[in-house]
């Protein structure tokens, strides 16, 4: 299931206050899961990658759990980690 599934199922459609910001929240939900999902494909566990990256697996926990903090600089140094290039685009 989705981040758009389980809003659909849990949430009322009608509840004003909660669609507000819906699309920012849902892009953040997004880039939590590209990096989830790119470390996972590099076959790297947290530890792994906080490893290369001289910290703790916690914060590359916290880096997955709450990008929307996250700087450019950071997403570039943890897509080198992951042997990966970093692209953003516009649409």
Not at 15 to 28: A, H, I
Not at 41 to 62: D, H, K, N
Not at 63 to 71: G, I, P, S, V, Y
Request: hydrophobic content about 35%; glycine content about 4%; overall charge negative.
């Amino acid at each position: 299931m989705d981040y758009k599934d389980f809003m659909k199922k849990h949430i009322h459609p009608r509840n004003p206050e909660f669609w507000e910001g819906y699309e920012d929240r849902y892009k953040e939900f997004e880039l939590r899961e590209l990096l989830k999902h790119a470390r996972e494909q590099a076959g790297l566990t947290q530890a792994e990658v906080a490893e290369r990256l001289e910290t703790t697996p916690s914060v590359i926990s916290r880096w997955e759990n709450h990008a929307e903090d996250l700087r450019f600089s950071t997403l570039q140094r943890y897509a080198k980690a992951l042997n990966k290039n970093l692209s953003i685009g516009f649409v």
